[in-house]
């Protein structure tokens, strides 16, 4: 895996994707992806669960191809962030962000759960552009893994605060990315 560094700042960057191809591919067997057909309610009541068991304020499940992220489910608050409620920058996301924001595109790469209870603890996540834009503080993601083959998304909960999730909020996240993997792929994983 090539990992990229902003020369200013020494900071990993969002690592290089070499199986966003192949994930596209298997996604639109699926019949998922930025090209599924919408609303997306079912996605979204399993967002609104995961907000709901791990007390969260945002969660997503989250398809990734080689330009951006497609939240497929997604559960915010009505009003996101700190700041003032009519403050753009506070927004909460819409169905789609840029690759390089946000942490599910390190969740994709490494085929791994992450998970950072304060965000500005670890100098290469903190400078993420959903820190300022959105007041992120907490991430907690797990991917969605068959047998082979790339991650086909993430599922992820986040915070405005930090929070410390514990192994119970690991454990969570990654019961919840086996369970949709298994709806999604028909059981098999």
Known sequence: MTRRYDPTSRLLLT??????????????ELGLGRGAPGPLDVFDGFARRMATELAAPFAMVNFIDERQQFFAGLHRPRTAGPGPATSPARDAPAR??????????????RRAALVLEDV???PRFAGNPVVEEMGIRAYLGAPLLEATGP????????????RPWGRDGLETIKGFAGELTAELTGGHR
Not at 20 to 27: E, I, K, S, W
Not at 151 to 162: F, I, K, M, N, Q
């Open 15 to 28: 690592p290089d994707d070499p199986h966003a191809t192949a994930r596209v591919g298997r996604l639109a």
């Open 151 to 162: 991650a086909l998304g993430t599922v992820c909960v986040a915070d405005t605060r930090p």
């Open 120 to 122: 500005l603890d670890y």
């Open 96 to 109: 789609a962000m840029p690759r390089g924001h946000g942490y599910c595109p390190h969740v994709v790469v």
